[in-house]
């Protein structure tokens, strides 16, 4: 099932086939952007007081300017949010959602899929099926990134439970038709689904079409030897891709090879979508601007003959 918004939008109410100016400024921009092959989005947080919050309005409308297609959003805890309402207030800037990202509602409430005792693993199952419960979209998507768990005491205790956890909610993405989406993070954060191998292993038989793999730029130059060969590997798992640079900065500010790796991701017929996610410098706004337009320029780079 994929749920629709409720409404049109705040920026067409009213008025049929008009464009507000944050949708034209976005149409403007990804004309321009038309030779990037892949959608682009950008993880955030929408806090609980977004309806009316003029700060929230003017972010959105940067990023819709920046020629952004949606946004990864990160909540305090989903509950409180109508799924319906957070798609039209998108809709407003032109936005879609494209995932949503479970960090920080998994640090608010200090849940752990890989939690050594079994009634907190439990209950982060749990919360997590609510997740994708509400949800309950096959174009959207849960990441699991941080919900990993971060304790490396015990790290094999810890990945067995994550398996455990893995095969009680592949059911639950399937019957939801929702896709579980487990990030490959690297060692210095988490034991487990370090490498995109390790994430694969982690996922083996459940449903590919409901169980994912997440490989993000900044992790990837950490653990993968070789790039091309892991995502070749994990192609069939892979619904879109984290751009991060070397340095945790969003796209443009560190020393990562993104030339080399988008005509990659060509070369090897990737058809997902990309987002951007990494630590701000300065403005939000600005800095994701910034960002976008480094992608593209690194996309014109790399797809030179």
């Not at 706004?285 to 976008?292: I, K």
């Amino acid at each position: 099932m994929r749920r629709m918004s409720a409404g049109g939008g705040r920026g067409s109410a009213g008025r049929p086939g008009a464009q507000s100016a944050p949708e034209r400024a976005a149409s403007d921009a990804r004309r321009g952007a038309a030779d990037l092959p892949w959608t682009l989005s950008y993880q955030t947080v929408l806090p609980d007081d977004y309806r009316g919050n003029d700060a929230v309005a003017a972010r959105f409308a940067a990023f819709a300017g920046a020629g952004l297609r949606g946004l990864e959003l990160n909540m305090s805890d989903p509950a409180r949010f109508s799924y319906d309402d957070v798609l039209e207030f998108l809709d407003g800037f032109g936005l879609k959602l494209s995932m949503f990202a479970t960090g920080l509602s998994a640090k608010s409430g200090g849940f752990s899929l890989s939690a050594d005792d079994e009634d907190a693993r439990r209950r982060a199952v749990e919360e997590c099926t609510k997740y994708l419960r509400w949800v309950g979209d096959d174009d959207v998507g849960a990441i699991i990134g941080f919900m990993k768990g971060m304790d490396r005491s015990r790290p094999d205790a810890a990945r067995e439970a994550m398996r455990r956890s893995i095969l009680e909610l592949a059911p639950v993405a399937e019957q939801e038709r929702t896709p579980l989406i487990i990030e490959a993070t690297n060692r210095y954060e988490t034991p487990i689904a370090n490498s995109l191998a390790d994430a694969l292993e982690l996922v083996e038989g459940t449903p590919a079409e409901w169980v994912k793999v997440l490989p993000d730029t900044f992790h990837m130059n950490i653990e993968e030897a070789d790039q091309r060969a892991a995502l070749i590997a994990a192609l069939p798992r892979v619904m879109h891709v984290h751009l991060s640079e070397n340095n945790r900065t969003l796209p443009g500010r560190g020393a990562f090879d993104f030339a080399g790796f988008l005509r990659m991701l060509a070369e090897i017929d990737f058809r997902g979508r990309l987002a951007m996610e990494g630590n701000i410098i300065g403005d939000e706004g600005d800095d994701v601007a910034r960002a976008a337009e480094a992608v593209r320029a690194a996309w014109r780079r790399g797809a030179k003959p």
